[in-house]
């Protein structure tokens, strides 16, 4: 089991920055890639950014440019560094984690998430 709890989220003016962090915790050692997800009312959760084990960085294209994810595994930890909010990065984010499909070793693959923070960003 992974344990996932995410911090830094809150409500800022549009142009501000936030960073949010997300700590592990549980068997940590199987989690592979991690990631953060959004939803904001009446849309779907959608990818936001990703990490894999070795450091390789993917970003939906309106994170691009602004947003900047990382992750520190001896600390079991991931953040996720917001510059230029804007309104429409409104939303609450998840943390997300997955883990190595390895049945010897952690068992079966899985994915976890966290309870979400929310990030509010005013006009």
């Known amino acids: 089991q992974v344990q996932l709890v995410e911090s830094g989220g809150g409500l800022v003016q549009a142009g501000d920055s936030l960073r949010l962090s997300c700590a592990a915790s549980?068997?940590?050692?199987?989690?592979?890639?991690m990631g953060w997800y959004r939803q904001a009312p009446g849309k779907e959760r959608e990818p936001v950014a990703g990490i894999t084990s070795g450091g390789s960085t993917n970003y939906t294209d309106s994170a691009k440019g602004r947003f900047t994810i990382s992750r520190d595994n001896a600390k079991n930890t991931l953040s996720l560094q917001m510059n230029s909010l804007k309104p429409e990065d409104t939303a609450v984010y998840y943390c997300?984690?997955?883990?190595?499909?390895?049945?010897?070793?952690?068992?079966?693959?899985?994915?976890?998430w966290g309870q979400g923070t929310q990030v509010t960003v005013s006009s």
């Open positions: 549980g068997d940590t050692r199987c989690i592979s890639a």
């Open positions: 997300n984690a997955l883990t190595w499909d390895i049945p010897t070793m952690c068992g079966r693959g899985y994915d976890y």
